[in-house]
């Protein structure tokens, strides 16, 4: 054999490999949260609040987990739609082409993007203790659009970025003001803001450093954006936490239905995706 | 030398992009209902004297200009001039079409809709009338709804044509319209020129000789930043008066 086909044939082999190692290792890790987690899972789980006694393998559910992870993720993911959709307007409209205030802006998001979720813990548990306020869903919410603000500005930038400037050069030339090309530019990113707001629900929903000093913990489903709320990823920390057979049992189960709701958010993601990207350029 | 009544009058514009000098002391003025071509060497400037004509140039950082270009009369770099109004008079045909993210039918309406068009018929009727007068209409009638995208890239280009006619624009601006299009969507463009330019003022740039040739009543020529030469199509390509412009036409410079 010559150089170049050992080489092909080498590479392709490593890409094989890697190829298998990751799907291997996203089946291992579905199977074994799966096979553990079906088990200990029943209805009571997504229907009940924990009862007396839960924590040492009593009835109920964490119906108040789900839930609490429901509204923090929604809220903060709107909350961070809000604020970062005219981020990236401005950094893509509004600023000029070359602008080096973008650029440093683009840069802080960068950074902003690369520190760990512990650290927006922190500081959203200082802000709270500054202003005096207990932990609630409001400063869960809050902490956690901290959190995925850059993700949301870095994924939709991407996306906007690359649209042709001659796109906005077009509706510029047909007398559209600054934010109706904006809006056509949004128009042109439906598919890529839906993929960001993917991202920043798969790593809202599980993160527990941000929520574990902001949102608390509680049995009950909040009623009110002042009331502390539970979240997923907490009710998996506190019941794997325990010695408990049974309890660590329904650790894997509370694990299930969060993949559940993760892949039925990408799911639905997708879904949305494709239909509003036939109109795409 | 020309004593037409001039639709865009040029003077003195010295263009700079960071420290480079990018159009030279350009005068001009482009004649009223006339087809005016820009013809020179890739580089030379076309694209950038052409996005001066409707301030798209100002969308970019460290572009620093000077000169005046008077649209009608009005200084396009006046203190007060309002930049959407003066966009809205000219239609721009880019190197490639590009559709809005939208149906055809949306396309076409867009434009009329910001002004404030929002009567249905008047929409339908607008729609229709552009798409006919750029040859469109029996080949979209049926999929008006249907993503501008799917249609082929001539057809693009006449749609994107379509949606600058839809704003009532009075000169049509494009930057080597045809040079993504094969030469039969190319000539249909052409075709589309020579008509138009009854009811507009039409600015060309392209780096093809024969179509300067074939659409054009004026041609003027650039080099490195500068208007070497300017006058009649025939004059200018059988019989210039620049070494420079000799040397191009005959493709001593490319
Ligand atoms: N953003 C920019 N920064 C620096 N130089 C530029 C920029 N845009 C264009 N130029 C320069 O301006 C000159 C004219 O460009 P252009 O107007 O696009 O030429 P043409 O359309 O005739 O090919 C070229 O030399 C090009 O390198
Ligand atoms: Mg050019």
């Known amino acids: ?281 | 030398m020309i004593n037409l009544a001039p639709h865009i009058s040029v003077k003195n514009l010295n263009v700079y992009i960071g420290d480079a000098h990018i159009l030279k002391n350009i005068s001009i003025d482009i004649p009223d209902k006339k087809v005016t071509s820009f013809i020179g060497p890739s580089g030379c400037g076309k694209t950038t004297l052409l996005k001066t004509f409707n301030r798209l140039l100002d969308r970019q950082n460290d572009v620093r200009i000077e000169g005046q270009v008077l649209v009608d009369g009005e200084d396009l770099y006046g203190k007060d001039t309002e930049v959407t109004h003066i966009r809205k008079k000219m239609g721009l045909l880019s190197q490639r079409p590009f559709p809005l993210p939208m149906s055809i039918y949306d396309n076409i309406a867009y434009g009329p809709r910001i002004h404030g068009i929002k009567n249905k018929k008047k929409l339908n009727e607008l729609v229709e009338h552009h798409l006919r007068s750029t040859a469109l209409w029996d080949e979209v009638k049926d999929r008006l709804h249907s993503p501008a995208t799917r249609l082929s890239i001539g057809q693009q280009q006449r749609l994107c044509l379509a949606r600058g006619l839809a704003v009532e624009p009075e000169i049509i601006l494009g930057d080597e319209p045809t040079s993504a299009l094969d030469p039969v969507s190319t000539q249909r463009i052409e075709e589309l020129f020579l008509q138009l330019k009854d009811k507009y003022t039409l600015v060309l740039v392209t780096h093809i000789l024969r179509q300067a040739r074939r659409v054009s009543d004026y041609i003027a020529f650039i080099y490195m930043g500068e208007i070497i030469e300017f006058g009649l199509t025939e004059e200018l390509l059988l019989n210039p008066k620049e070494q420079l412009t000799k040397d191009y036409i005959k493709g001593f410079i490319s």
């Not at chain 1, 429901?70 to 893509?92: E, F, K, Q, W």
């Not at chain 1, 813990?121 to 932990?135: D, E, N, R, Y």
């Not at chain 1, 949004?186 to 599980?206: E, K, M, N, W």
């Open chain 1, 1 to 281: 054999m010559n150089k170049r086909k050992i080489e092909e044939t080498f590479f392709k082999g490593l890409m094989h490999a890697a190829t298998i190692v990751i799907v291997g290792s996203l089946f291992l890790i579905l199977w074994t949260v799966v096979s553990k987690g079906f088990h200990a899972f029943n209805w009571d789980m997504v229907s009940k609040v924990p009862e007396g006694g839960f924590y040492i393998g009593k009835g109920g559910g964490i119906l108040n987990a789900i839930i609490g992870s429901v509204y923090i993720t929604v809220g903060s993911a709107l909350l961070g739609l809000v604020i970062s959709i005219p981020v990236v307007l401005y950094l893509n409209v509004y600023s000029k082409k070359g602008s080096r205030f973008a650029s440093a802006t683009r840069l802080a998001f960068d950074v902003l993007f690369g520190i760990p979720s512990i650290v927006y813990g922190a500081f959203g548990f200082t802000i709270m203790v500054f202003f005096g306020l207990k932990t609630s869903l409001l400063a869960g919410i809050i902490t956690v659009t901290l959190l995925i603000i850059p993700i949301l500005v870095r994924a939709m930038d991407e996306v906007v970025r690359v649209i042709p400037f001659e796109l906005s050069d077009a509706a510029y030339s047909l007398g559209a003001t600054r934010w109706e090309t904006a809006k056509v530019l949004l128009r042109q990113s439906v598919p890529g803001i839906i993929t960001a707001l993917l991202l920043s629900f798969g790593r809202a929903i599980g993160d527990a450093a941000c929520v574990l000093f902001t949102a608390g913990y509680t049995d009950n489903i909040p009623t009110s954006l002042h009331q502390p709320t539970a979240t997923l990823p907490l009710a998996i920390f506190f019941q794997l936490s325990s010695p408990i057979p049974e309890v660590q049992e329904r650790a894997y189960a509370a694990a299930l239905i969060l993949t559940v709701i993760v892949l039925i958010i990408s799911i639905a993601a997708k879904y949305f995706s494709k239909k509003f990207s036939k109109n795409k350029i």
